[in-house]
């Protein structure tokens, strides 16, 4: 600073309290300088760190957090579990053979299974025995069950190749031409079910975490304003100072992007501590009625390496979405401020600096 | 470097509250700016440090038309003017010393390229011992050298100032003076808007005098 030495070298109105400036060089005197370097704390920030405002925001980032986290972790845990059950169904495929007169059912058994293991994709072919038929009817029919006596349709169960699954529509025709008593069932209504009810869940899912984002960015939003109008003197200060609005937009995000870490962070651990717990749970109590319920609906509470680097991808654009909505809302909102300020036609006669 | 041709300015649907304001301000002059109150002072002022823009009239500054500057542009415009307001205007919970770092620090400086040049202004104007302490804790003329500081750290071309002994003692006042024309003669084009008849008796200054929005200029 070219002037600070122009000072240094005038005789400048020297306040009472200015220390005396030494007057031997260094050379002079090898001896340290008899005070030591004005000691400064370490810079604070331009905004203050802390206040009930920003504490009340974090709480309500750390609720949108849990909540985008725990739908996201239901999201994949329902998904997983249809996709468990779709796969387990799409496995098999099942020959239906009604009885008919003269019909000999073991024999069109064996035909049926042999037609349809000449089909590319099939593995294997297991018929459905007596005591396996009777056990599958035993809910409905009671025990001791006579199949000879009863008009039963009997099944024949085929194993397919789900990566290279055979024409299902040529088996059909086939099967028909061949034993015209035989239905084909490849479970493909199940299969839609289960796919439209995952598709439905993800659908909602999604829906819930757009509906949470966007309160958590309203909630930024209304926070930024608020923390603009309660910090208005900060920003007019630095107006005067020639900040652009670059510059204080940055201060706010720097501000927001710790209070939305700090909140995401917590919410993100809270919704895998749940997760956790609720496995922990699961494993312990195997084989209680509860459990069993709440595997047979939910599945495994397991959420996975993948669920929780999804948790923790939710808690970063949990805090990239709070700084960006910070850093547009201070931007507009000083330009706003700037251009009614500068309008003397919308000042209506308040003038401020 | 400041040049005003037939500038007039009305809040809202209000009366004119300036007038035909044609005027130049030199540079490395030094002025006072004086009227009675509501006289608007304080409106000129702002229209001087590009706070406000004028209903009618040119205003040139530094050789640029600002009715043609982008308002991005306004802040680099801003920062070769000081203002040191009557009411400080430190933030409260800054040390006196990243009060008077703040032009620096939010024109993107690093903190170390700035320190030692900080601590010498702060010993110039007589804050030397009160470097690290929060502006609550300051007396009045404390402030008011601080806000000068502030205003004076990145060596602007012009400095203004609103009534920047309306708050302290007399012997205070001359101080303030003195340091204010201590600047002048390293430079600084100095206004300083001022009711204060006996701080402008003890300098023989240009006198630039509203009444009811019209200026008239004693040399």
């Known amino acids: 600073m070219n002037d600070m030495s122009r000072l240094k070298n005038r005789k400048t109105p020297k306040p009472r309290r200015t220390p005396r400036q030494p007057t031997t060089t260094a050379s002079d005197n090898p001896q340290p300088p008899r005070r030591a370097e004005m000691r400064v704390r370490p810079t604070a920030p331009i905004l203050p760190s802390s206040n009930i405002q920003g504490n009340a925001l974090m709480v309500v980032i750390a609720i949108m957090a849990f909540l985008a986290c725990l739908t996201l972790g239901a999201v994949s845990m329902v998904r997983a579990t249809a996709s468990s059950w779709q796969s387990q169904i799409s496995r098999e495929i099942t020959i239906q053979i009604k009885p008919d007169d003269g019909l000999d059912m073991a024999a069109a058994l064996r035909k049926a299974r042999d037609v349809a293991l000449t089909f590319v994709g099939t593995k294997d072919g297991t018929i459905m025995d007596d005591s396996a038929t009777a056990r599958l009817l035993e809910p409905w029919l009671g025990t001791g069950l006579n199949l000879e006596d009863l008009p039963v349709p009997r099944l024949v169960i085929i194993t397919i190749d789900e990566s290279n699954p055979p024409d299902f529509d040529s088996m059909r025709d086939l099967l028909k031409t061949e034993v015209p008593q035989a239905f084909l069932d490849d479970h493909r209504t199940w299969v839609d079910r289960l796919v439209s009810m995952a598709r439905t869940t993800v659908l909602i899912g999604t829906g819930v975490l757009i509906l949470v984002f966007t309160a958590m960015i309203l909630t930024v939003i209304f926070a930024t304003r608020g923390a603009l109008s309660g910090n208005r003197h900060i920003v007019e200060v630095l107006h005067f100072v020639g900040a652009e609005s670059a510059f204080v937009a940055k201060e706010f995000q720097k501000h927001f992007l710790k209070i939305s870490i700090k909140g995401s962070a917590a919410g993100g651990a809270l919704a895998a501590a749940l997760f956790a717990v609720a496995n922990l749970w699961q494993s312990n109590s195997r084989s209680t009625p509860e459990s069993d319920q709440a595997t047979a609906l939910f599945g495994s509470f397991t959420i996975g390496v993948t669920g929780y680097l999804g948790i923790f991808a939710t808690m970063l654009v949990i805090a990239l979405l709070t700084t960006l909505t910070a850093r547009l809302t201070v931007m507009r909102t000083i330009d706003e401020i700037d251009l009614v300020r500068s309008d003397p036609s919308r000042s209506d006669g308040l003038p401020s600096a | ?219």
Do not use: C
Request: hydrophobic content about 45%.
């Open chain 2, 1 to 219: 470097m400041i040049h005003f041709e037939n500038v007039g300015l009305r809040y809202g649907m209000g009366p004119e509250i300036l007038r035909d304001m044609t005027f130049d301000i030199p540079k490395k002059s030094f002025q006072f700016l004086t009227g009675p109150s509501g006289a608007g002072k304080t409106t000129l002022l702002r229209l001087l440090f590009l706070s406000l823009h004028p209903t009618r009239g040119i205003i040139n500054m530094f050789g640029r038309d600002l009715s043609q500057i982008p308002r991005s542009e306004l802040p680099m415009l801003r920062r070769r003017v000081g203002i040191v307001f009557q009411d400080f205007r430190l933030l409260d919970h800054l040390t006196t010393y990243e009060n008077v770092a703040l032009p620096l620090r939010v024109r993107g400086k690093d903190e170390s390229s700035y320190r030692s040049d900080v601590i010498e202004l702060l010993k110039w104007v007589g804050l030397g011992e009160r470097i690290n302490v929060l502006p609550a804790v300051l007396s009045g003329g404390e402030k008011q050298r601080a806000a000068i500081a502030r205003a004076l750290m990145d060596r602007p071309e012009i400095l203004l100032a609103d009534e920047p002994t309306g708050n302290v003692d007399p012997p205070m006042a001359k101080r303030l003076l003195n340091l204010f024309l201590e600047l002048n003669r390293l430079g600084t084009a100095v206004v300083i808007a001022t009711h204060d008849l006996a701080l402008m008796d003890q300098v023989n200054a240009r006198r630039m005098i509203l009444t009811e929005g019209r200026l008239d200029i004693y040399e």
